[in-house]
Each structure stands twice: as C-alpha cells, then as structure tokens.
T-cell receptor, first 110, second 113 residues
C-alpha cells in the first residue's frame, strides 16, 4: 500500500532547540519526497524536496531509502517556524499526484 | 496574487443542496488537481486533469461529485445532494507538465448543515 506516516500530531520545542519531524513512507517504486508547510491562514507551500538537496529556512531532509524515511530537521528552531508540516510523496511519472501524511503541528515556544 | 485562486473561500449549505467550486490555476500550468482535506488529516487526492482531459479519479469521488475543466484553464468541482460527510476543505493545485512540484490554492471550506 502507498502510504505516508507522520507519527507525531504535535511537536513542541523551545526556541533554539533542535527540531526533527518524522516521516516514513511505503511505496512500490522510487517516489519523489516533499515537505510542504502551512503557516497560519496561508496556503500550503513547498518547503523542500529530496531531489534538490537544498537547505530552506535552515531545514534539511535526507531521503533514507533503506529505512524509507524522509525526516525534516533544523538545528535551531525559531518562533516563526511554528506551522503545520506535511510530508508527501509523488510518483515520478504519470499523474504526479501527491500522497500526504496527516501532518505535524510544530510549536516553537519562546 | 498570481498563484492558484479558488472561489468561494467559504461555503455553508444545507444538506441536499448542490454546490459548485471554482479553481483558476497558474496560467501556464496544464496539470490541475483537486484534493479534499478533513479535520486532522492530510489532503487526499480526488481527481486530476491534464489540459481539459480528466485522466484520473479517486474512489473518494462518488457519483455525486463531478469535475470539469472545459477549456483547459479553470476547473469546477460540483457536489450534488450534499451530505454532512462532505464537509471539508477542498484544495486545488496546479503544476507544469513533467514537473512534480504542485502549487496550491487557499482552498474552499465547505460546511454542510
């Protein structure tokens, strides 16, 4: 079955602390993995994707095919990182439709 | 704002009524998607258009749901005989041919009372 699992509904950390949002996936084939973020009252927007291997707003995510994971990390959380984070996968051909996880709400406390 | 636009942003309707939502994708994007998001869940795929052709429909899309993209530009999603279980956020997204990055609209929140 094709599935994305985000085990934490809510993650609270203090400002300056490291953050790791977990994402595991199940997919027959080689998908593309994404992290989307939704700030309060804003639309879903792409944060990063595994093929670009970039660091965006200090966040990184490494695809681990052996563990089928794509965890999102940031060494020092900022208050403006508070948002809803969704992990998603897409096939690399065909419709490119997304399969989303249930999301993790990150709260960065002052 | 030149992003994906959805209208209306909010819709409250009585059970049994029909509703129609509109999505205007980014102008050069030929791929258009509809997703549904219920409370506590991530978005779930409903249907996909490439230009004006509807190429995939999810099993979530019952017979009461119909989507069109008549000229390959804007799209409409109609729900007939709405039920309380249809209450959700309906999201539209668009992308360029061959690109996996999708751009989302702000969604239409439907409440069926």
């Amino acid at each position: 079955a094709q599935r994305v699992t985000q085990p934490e509904k809510l993650l609270s950390v203090f400002k300056g602390a490291p953050v790791e949002l977990k994402c595991n996936y199940s997919y027959s084939g080689s998908p593309e993995l994404f992290w989307y973020v939704q700030y309060s009252r804003q639309r879903l927007q792409l944060l990063l994707r595994h093929i670009s291997r970039e660091s965006i707003k200090g966040f990184t995510a490494d695809l681990n095919k052996g563990e089928t994971s794509f965890h999102l990390k940031k060494p020092f959380a900022q208050e403006e990182d508070s948002a809803m984070y969704y992990c998603a996968l897409s096939a690399t051909s065909g419709t490119y439709k997304y399969i989303f996880g249930t999301g993790t709400r990150l709260k960065v406390l002052a | 704002d030149t992003g994906v636009s959805q209208d209306p942003r909010h819709k409250i309707t009585k059970r049994g009524q029909n509703v129609t939502f509109r999505c205007d994708p980014i102008s050069e994007h030929n791929r258009l998607y509809w997703y549904r998001q219920t409370l506590g869940q991530g978005p779930e795929f409903l249907t996909y258009f490439q230009n004006e052709a509807q190429l995939e429909k999810s099993r979530l899309l019952s017979d009461r749901f119909s989507a069109e993209r008549p000229k390959g530009s804007f799209s409409t999603l109609e729900i007939q005989r709405t039920e309380q279980g249809d209450s959700a956020m309906y999201l539209c997204a668009s992308s360029l041919q061959g690109k996996t990055e999708a751009f989302f609209g702000q969604g239409t929140r439907l409440t069926v009372v």
